[in-house]
Every structure is written in C-alpha cells, then in structure tokens.
C-alpha cells in the first residue's frame, strides 16, 4: 500500500476503484510529468452521495462532505493511470464547481473539504492551487464536481 | 491534407479557419509540447449554430451539435498555432460549459458531442480527461463553450 | 522593479501583495516551467471592488475594473513564487468567471479588463488563451473571479 493511501486509511478515508473509461473519455490523463483528471461527482459505491443545489436543499456541511468524495475520487482516476500514488510530487491545481443558488457565497468552505483531503493525503505536496466556483447545475445534479492537475515522477 | 482532416472529411466535417485574432487575446497558444485553447463558440460562418439555454428552448440533441461544433473549432484553434494537425500526440483535456436551467442535468450526453468529435479525430489520441458543468450563460448567448488543451510533437 | 512592474505603473497600477498562503491551498504553485494561481477576487486593500452579480447590480464597465483587479491580484500570486515578474515567458491561459443572471451575455467584454491588464504588463507576451464564462455566484459574491496559467523562465 503506498503511504498516501496509507494516511488515508489512518484519517478513515479509502480510496475506490476509478470508474470504469468509457468510450468517449476516460478518468484521467497522463501526459509528461502531468497527469489530468476527469471532472469527478461524488460517487461512492456507485452512488451520488448527494442531490441538489448548495442554498436549496444541500447544507455546506453535506457539500463538504461531497467535496471530499470528490477528492477520493480523484486520487483514484490519479492512481489509475500511474499505479502507485507515491509517484504523485505534488498537487498543482484544483477546480471546484459547486452547484449553488445565486444566494450562496460560501464555495471555499466547501471546496476545503477537497483541499483538506489533499492535504491529508500528500502532506506538503498536496498544498496546490485552487479556483472554487458556483455553478446553476452539475451532471446527474450532483452538488459538487472536482478535477484536478498532478505532477508526478 | 492531414490524417486527422481526412478522417474528419470521412464523417462529413471539415476543419474551419480559426478565428481571427483579437487585440486582447488568442484563439490558441503553444508552450512546450502543449497547446491551450481558448474557450470556443459553436459558430459556424460566424454564426451561431443556436443560442438560449439547453432545458429552455435549446434540446439536449442541438446542444449536443453545438458542442460537436465547438470541438471543431478548437482543432480549428490548434492547427492555427501547430500548422499540421497530425502533430497532435494526445487530446489531454476538454472542459465543456453547458448552458443550463438549474433542473438540466444531462451535460454529459451534451458534452459527447465534443468528445465524440475528437475520437473521429484523433482515435486512441483522442481519448481525454473531461470535465462537463453546467453554467447560466455563456457569451453571445450560446448553449455550449469548449476549451483544450492537447499535446503536440 | 521588474519591467513588468514599471510598465504597470507607467498605467497606474501597482502589484499588491499576494494574500498570505491560507492552510489548505495557496495563491499559487509552480511546476516546471509553469505557475497556475488560484482564482483570484477583485479584492483591493483586503475589501472587495464590488458585488454581486452583472445585470443585476453591477454594471459591465465595474465588473471590466474587478476583471482587472483580478488580474492584478494573479499577477502577484505569480509573483509570489517567481519572485522577479520579468520571468515569465507567456502568459498561456486565462480562465475568467463572470457572476450573471442568464440574460448577461457581455462576458467577454468583462474579461477584457483582465486581459487588457496581460497586454500591459507583458506586451506580446502576455497574449494569451482565454475562456469567459458566466456563472451564478462567486465566493464572497464577488461579481468576477481569475486563474491563470504563466509560462516561467
């Protein structure tokens, strides 16, 4: 097991499967030292944890808490194209889109539960950039979408 | 003619001119091995394929040839900076912005139409990471806006 | 002062101070030969130029000036870890959130005050990609929010 998934389990956190590519598109990219992921939703055992719109129906905390599968997720898409997460040199750049109502303001605390989860997992290489954005919507009306760009050995 | 043209022309779809250049910013730029677009329109003979929103007068199919449209004019955007499009060694992202009412949630099915787009393309090149969200509007009122970056010899 | 920093005076602007790295993430991170920022607020002095969203309180032509403000704030984040500003190469992609209702279609014209910034301070080589989208809500309600991705020596 590496060490990032190591700290992980510690915080009780696992990291899934990457779904499945489909024919289109797949959960990540790598190309160079970079790998790109997919947008991810937060999925867990193939459900979405959540429904809705931050400010109508999701509170924060709930959002944090998808922010955070988000983030797992990504890991995984991350693990799927280079294996051993150790590999991973540092966290560059999230994107956060949280489905929001106009009136919602509050995108970076539930963005931290991304960024906090990063943190947990990489430690000092997992402090990276990040844009935190409210969208009106989000596929399959997921109230967060997280993707990511890695350096990686 | 490229490969990546010929294999467009098969599926009935030829490669625009890009855009002309603006004072303020470029429809594409190279660094490294990489090339950034900016975020295209579906504009076909400077118009507009459609413009509202997909879940109030814009149907998840026209925003779907919309999307196909923008992807076009995204390789449009590449070929202006790389010349020859079999340089292309990989499509590494797509962001697709679908303009959506808040209770449209299919931005996937509409985002196909980019990523099937760069499959005809590019084939196993043209395998991406992707992110769709949805967002309340978009310049000039169009459904669907695509950005990319790809990787080039 | 680096001529970037000369040439932002001679226009009257000066390159604040990036906000102190908070806990979670920072206001950018360098890789290679790149630096990506976080997405910046039109935030001046520690106060925002405005909220709220456009075509609904804030007017294009102040939400062009929180574009700039933006844009002057990436600039710092990337010159809080190049440190000397005449480093960068290109300015290569410029992602700009505009708070709209679903009948503002004027982003681009709002995402001009960043990128005219660009032009200002690194001449041909702040030319850069660029995405413009609208969106329903911001952090703090900020009426714009900029990342940038920079090309470094």
């Not at 898409?77 to 051993?84: E, F, L, P, T």
């Not at 889109?97 to 919602?104: I, L, R």
């Amino acid at each position: 097991m590496s060490a990032v998934e190591s700290r992980l389990a510690e915080a009780g956190h696992t990291v899934p499967e990457a779904p499945a590519p489909v024919a289109v598109y797949v959960p990540a990219v790598r190309t160079g030292s970079y790998v790109y992921t997919s947008g991810q939703l937060p999925l867990s055992g193939g459900e979405l944890l959540a429904t809705g719109k931050v400010g109508d129906g999701v509170d924060p905390q709930l959002a944090y808490d998808c922010a955070r599968q988000c983030a797992l997720n990504a890991i995984a898409a991350v693990k799927s194209v280079v294996g051993d997460l150790d590999e991973v040199v540092r966290v560059v750049k999230a994107t956060v889109f949280v489905a929001s109502t106009p009136d919602f303001t509050g995108q970076p605390a539930v963005a931290n539960g991304a960024s906090e989860l990063f943190g947990t997992a990489f430690g000092d290489a997992g402090q990276h950039a990040r844009s935190a954005v409210g969208v009106p919507v989000l596929p399959l009306d997921a109230p967060v979408e997280v993707e990511l760009v890695v350096e990686v050995r």
